[in-house]
């Protein structure tokens, strides 16, 4: 809901506290004092780290809502940079058929619905030198799609390089 403390009613009502909801990311204190629902009038994605548990969320507006996508702030299990978005659900995959790297959350899904397995995308543009480690220890072959290449910036530029022979661009 878009009115902003539904989220953190229906958790206080089941015994959470506002400081707990503010360190696990889902509520924030806004400009007047009061908390409110960081993801309110958003579609919601549970992100999940390397191991499968659920670590954060990503939410897309679902009006003019900008921005139009919101992910969790880094917290003490949240940190965008140490995670690949379905990679629990890929791994296995990645390993007898390399790994797919894409844009978003959505190109994730819409792939994986139509049996490619092997895909992920990193948290944001950035693609980090701690999420290459992770694939180049598993994926015999690394493939970036291009609309991914448009968002590599000169920082994540010496990540790609890790790929080294294994990366191929489509």
Do not use: W
Request: aromatic letters at 8%; glycine letters at 10%.
């Amino acid at each position: 809901p878009a009115d902003g403390q539904s989220l953190m009613n229906y958790m206080i009502s089941n015994g959470y506290t506002t400081e707990q909801l503010a360190t696990v990311g889902l509520i924030t204190n806004a400009n007047n004092g009061e908390y409110q629902d960081i993801f309110r009038g958003r579609l919601m994605f549970p992100i999940k780290n390397l191991d499968g548990k659920i670590a954060g969320f990503g939410g897309r507006s679902l009006g003019d809502i900008q921005p139009k996508y919101v992910n969790s702030p880094t917290t003490p299990i949240f940190d965008k940079g140490r995670i690949l978005y379905s990679f629990d659900l890929a791994k296995e995959s990645i390993k007898s058929d390399g790994v797919v790297i894409v844009e978003g959350y959505t190109d994730v899904i819409m792939a994986h619905q139509n049996k490619f397995t092997n895909v992920v995308c990193p948290m944001g543009t950035a693609l980090t030198s701690y999420q290459t480690a992770i694939l180049t220890k598993i994926a015999p072959q690394v493939t970036l799609a291009k609309v991914m290449l448009g968002q590599v910036s000169i920082l994540n530029m010496e990540a790609l390089a890790t790929f080294g022979e294994f990366l191929s661009i489509v």
